[in-house]
């Protein structure tokens, strides 16, 4: 018989390009293991709503249901836990005598945290822990520079790093996988014991977004091949209604039911096969953002999530709750304001242009701590991705990696460029 080994996935909820169902196959029978982490469907008790919304929670199960059954489908399984995963996987690796444990790394001080106490917890009881680098296109061992001293700015770690770097290749998906015996597999848990209420999907939302690596393949293959709208992305990318403006692809990148680098993959297909101009380019470009943001979180650990970020600046903004409430279910008279706050909280969704300019409203005009509107987006967003939301937030506070020091956005004029003839609103209202 062959030793054990558990494979705990995370943000990583595919078969296709997931490295790590390449580790260790030669040597160990694998376990492969999820858990809903209770913090994660916590109350914060300041703002009374909890950190993971509705649409969110249902898109993760969904996703966790699928993987499964890929699993399944090779011969393997999923084991499913609740709990917190640094007391749940040394209990499960002395139950199986596993041998080693193998994740995929992540960068927010949170989830480092857990990885480091899980290394030390199962090193006391001799179980080895390994973990690999896969959420970015770039890989950490690639780049040009320390962690310590990745650029600041975003084009000058775009233009070195593109310089530098190469995609690595995509992993090849087994073809089967041994079978798993002698343990309670559990049971993946429905909203309700996750303690949150269900919402409804909106007829009005851009996309009705399902969990899962098919559904990931599927948008991807509608937006690029099916509809061919990647030739024209540059121009359309700041729209506001519908499924056409943008990838819509968030969702699975910030779960991991699809990689960047099989984006990236696909990308160069359809330069070779159809179009290469700049809307081509401009979707790795914007990958390229969320790799940058990926490192910046890794660099600056905790202050990403601090008021005054990665500055030492004192900020003019207030803990004020009626104006903040008011942001967040779209009341505050403003009406594109309440539009985009609308479509966020009915749908789980909201294009970028809308969010910078409802982040830029509540922290430059309402004056209210930037750090609750980044907790509602956290809540509320069905592509919450710790990296890129924090830091997108800070970068408008200016308390980020922006070199002009934030961004305001004037409310007027953003409408009259982006919705001249009120659609969005009307359609939001
Ligand atoms: C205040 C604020 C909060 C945000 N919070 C999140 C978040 O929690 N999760 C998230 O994935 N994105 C976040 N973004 C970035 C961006 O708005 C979304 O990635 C994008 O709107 C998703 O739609 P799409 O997939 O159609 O994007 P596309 O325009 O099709 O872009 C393709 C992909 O590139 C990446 N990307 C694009 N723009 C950015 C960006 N500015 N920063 C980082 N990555 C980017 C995303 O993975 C996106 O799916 C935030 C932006 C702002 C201004």
Redo the contacts with the bound molecule.
Sequence with gaps: MRPKALIWFRNDLRIQDNELLTKGLDQFDIYPLFIFDDRQFEKLPQLGFTKTGSFKAQFLIESVEELKSSLQSLGSDLIVRKGLPESIIPELAKELKAKKVFTSKEVTTDEVSIEDHLEDSLFKIGVDFETCWQSTLFHEEDVPWPIKQVPEVFTQFRKEAEKAVEVRPLFDTPKELNTIENIELGLIPSLTELGITEQKFDKRSVVKFKGGEKAAWKRLKDYFWEKDLLKK?KST?NGLIGAD???????W??IGAIS?KS?YYEIKKYEAERTKNQSTYW?FF??L??D??KFMAKKHGHKIFLQHGLSELAIDQENNQAKFDLWRKGETQEPFIDANMKELAKSG????RG??I??SYLMHNLKVNWTW??AW??HA?I???????W???A??AGVGNDPRNGRVFNVESQQQRHDPKGEYINLWS
């Design positions: 992305y990318r403006y943008s990838s819509k692809l968030s969702p990148l910030a960047a984006v979707l914007e990958l953002w969320r940058f943001f969704f909201m294009s970028n969010r910078q409802v982040a509107g980044a987006f956290e967003l592509d919450y991705d710790p990296a890129s939301n830091l997108n937030w970068y408008i």
